[in-house]
C-alpha cells in the first residue's frame, strides 16, 4: 500500500535492504519506539486496560493472529490485554492440516508472545463442526474410530500445552437457535455424550486448565441459553468436568440483550464461571460518531454486566482492530465491530471498556480532529513515523499539519502527504486524494526521517 502511494520518485533499494538490516540489529530500538508510538496514541486510557481489569479481578483478552504479533499490533496486544485467544492456530483443521502431520507454528508462536507479556491463553477450541482438516470430515468412520480420533486429537493437543493455558473452549458451537442438538459430525455419530466424553478427556490430559463450553446466541436469557444451562445443570450432576461456560457475544449496534447480566448470573449461580469469549459489536458501514457513541454505550453494557458478576471471569475481544475482524468477510456492508479502529486509533469504545473498569481516559474534545505522531520504527540513523489525523463530530476537506523537531531530525521522504521541511520546521499537507476526513474516519501518512543522538516527539497542530 505504501508503494503504491508513495509521492517519492526515488527507490533506494540498497538503502531499503541495508535499512531492514540494521533496524533487525536494533530490534530493542525498534520495541521502545513501537511503546512510545503507543503512548502518544490520542486519548488513551490513563493506565492500559489489563490493569485496570486486574484491579477489578478480571481478565480482559483479545482474539490474536500469530503473524500480526510485531510493531504497533503486538504492542497493543500485549500492552493492554491479559489473556490471548488464537482465533484459528489452534483449531484442528489448522494443527492436524494432513493426519498425523503437526502444524503447531502459530499456535506455540502465541503461547510463547503470551509467556514473554505475562498473559493468559484461552484455548480455542477442540470440538467444532467447523475449520476440521478435509482428511477428517471426508473420511468415513466407525463410531469407535470416531471416537478414537477425537480422544486422541484432544489429548494430543491439551497434553501439547498442558500446565501453560488458563482456559479452553473444549466445545463450540453444540447447538441450535431453539435449543435442539446442532447436527454435527460428533453429534450425529457419537450422540450428545460427545461433549462429555471431550471434557473428561481433556480435564484428563491438563487437570488444571478450566474447561468450557462456548457458544453464540446465548448472551440473553432464551431458548438456546436455555439448553446450555440445562446441559451444565446435569454435567455438573454427574460429576463431569465442567468449569465454565463460554458467550460468544458477536452482537449488533444497539442490541445488547436486557438480560445478559441475568443470564451471567443463573450460570454463575450453577456453580461455574462465565466468560464473555468472542465480543464485538458491528454497525452497519460507514461509521460515524452517533453509531460509535451507541457501540461504545454497547460495549460499556457488556464489560459492566461482567463486573457485576463475581463469577464472571472475564472479556474476551474477538479482535482488537477493525483491520482484523472477521465481520466485514462474512457480513457484507458490516464491520467497524471492534474497540481500535483499523489504523490502531481507540475509538470510543475503548473508553468506554476502560469507563467500566474504572478507568479514567481524556475524553476527546467534542466536535475537533486532532493529530497524533507516532514513530512506527527506529534504527541506528533513521525512523520511520506516522501522523493520524482523526475527526470525531467534525470533518474536513484539506488538511495541513506542522511541528517543529526539537534535535536536528530531517525528513528524507514522505508518502500520502507533501512534507516540506525548512531548519527545524516541518510542514506537511494532504495529498490529492486524502484531504478529505470524515466525520468518525482518520486519515495517516507516513515519512522517513534521520536523526541522532536522541529523537523526541514533536507537538504536533492542525493548521
Ligand atoms: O475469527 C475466525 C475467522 O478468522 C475464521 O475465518 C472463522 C471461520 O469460521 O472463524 C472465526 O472465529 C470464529 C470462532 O472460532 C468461533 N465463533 C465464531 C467466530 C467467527 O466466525
Redesign the pocket.
Known amino acids: 500500500m505504501r508503494t503504491s502511494r508513495t509521492r517519492s520518485t526515488r527507490t533506494r533499494p540498497l538503502r531499503g535492504s541495508l535499512r531492514r538490516r540494521v533496524a533487525a540489529l536494533f530490534a530493542g530500538a525498534v520495541t521502545v519506539a513501537a511503546l512510545l508510538a503507543a503512548g502518544t496514541t490520542a486519548h488513551a486510557a490513563d493506565a492500559p486496560l489489563r490493569d485496570l481489569a486486574a484491579a477489578k479481578g478480571k481478565v480482559i483478552g483479545t482474539?490474536v493472529t500469530g503473524s500480526k504479533l510485531t510493531g504497533t499490533y503486538g504492542t497493543i496486544a500485549g500492552g493492554q490485554f491479559n489473556s490471548l485467544t488464537p482465533?484459528?492456530a489452534m483449531?484442528w483443521g489448522t494443527v492436524e492440516p494432513t493426519r498425523g502431520s503437526f502444524n503447531w507454528a502459530e499456535a506455540d508462536q502465541i503461547v510463547a508472545f503470551a509467556q514473554a507479556h505475562n498473559q493468559q491463553v484461552r484455548g480455542?477450541?477442540l470440538v467444532w463442526h467447523?475449520?476440521n482438516p478435509s482428511w477428517l470430515t471426508n473420511g468415513t468412520w466407525t463410531t469407535a474410530e470416531l471416537s478414537a480420533l477425537l480422544q486422541d486429537h484432544i489429548t494430543t493437543e491439551v497434553t501439547r500445552y498442558k500446565g501453560k493455558l488458563a482456559a479452553w473452549d473444549v466445545v463450540?458451537?453444540p447447538f441450535n437457535e431453539d435449543g435442539t442438538y446442532r447436527s454435527t459430525l460428533w453429534y450425529n455419530g457419537l450422540g450428545a455424550d460427545y461433549i462429555a466424553q471431550a471434557l473428561t478427556w481433556a480435564h484428563a490430559a491438563d487437570p488444571s486448565a478450566k474447561l468450557y463450553i462456548n457458544d453464540?446466541n446465548v448472551e440473553g436469557v432464551n431458548a438456546k441459553s436455555t439448553a446450555l444451562y440445562n446441559l451444565v445443570k446435569s454435567l455438573k450432576a454427574r460429576g463431569v468436568p465442567i468449569d465454565g461456560v463460554g458467550l460468544?457475544a458477536?452482537l449488533i449496534l444497539g442490541q445488547v440483550p436486557g438480560t445478559l447480566q441475568q443470564n451471567i448470573q443463573r450460570f454463575a449461580d450453577l456453580g461455574v464461571d462465565v466468560a464473555v469469549t468472542?465480543l464485538d459489536i458491528r454497525m452497519q458501514l460507514p461509521s460515524d460518531s452517533t453509531k460509535l457513541a451507541q457501540q461504545a454505550a454497547d460495549y460499556k453494557a457488556v464489560f459492566d454486566a461482567c463486573v457485576a458478576v463475581t463469577r464472571c471471569y472475564g472479556v474476551t475481544v474477538?479482535g482488537f482492530t477493525d483491520s482484523d475482524s472477521?465481520i466485514p468477510d462474512?457480513f457484507s456492508g458490516y464491520g467497524a465491530a471492534t474497540p481500535y479502529d483499523e489504523n490502531y486509533a481507540p475509538k470510543p469504545a475503548y473508553g468506554a471498556i476502560a469507563a467500566s473498569l474504572g478507568g479514567t481516559t481524556t475524553p476527546p474534545p467534542t466536535g475537533a480532529c486532532t493529530v497524533t505522531y507516532s514513530v512506527q520504527t527506529q534504527w541506528n540513523t533513521g525512523f520511520t513515523g506516522q501522523v493520524r489525523i482523526a475527526c470525531s463530530g467534525a470533518a474536513l476537506s484539506s488538511w495541513k499539519v506542522n511541528w517543529t523537531y526539537g534535535a536536528g531530525q530531517q525528513i528524507t521522504q514522505a508518502w500520502n502527504a507533501t512534507c516540506t521541511q525548512s531548519g527545524a520546521a516541518v510542514s506537511c499537507a494532504n495529498a490529492s486524494y486524502n484531504g478529505s476526513v470524515p466525520d468518525g474516519g482518520s486519515v495517516t501518512f507516513g515519512f522517513n526521517a534521520s536523526w541522532s543522538g536522541s529523537n523526541p516527539v514533536p507537538t504536533v497542530t492542525l493548521g
Open positions: 482474539a482465533g484459528n483449531k480455542h477450541t467447523s475449520q463450540n458451537e453464540y460468544q458477536h468472542e474477538w472477521w462474512v
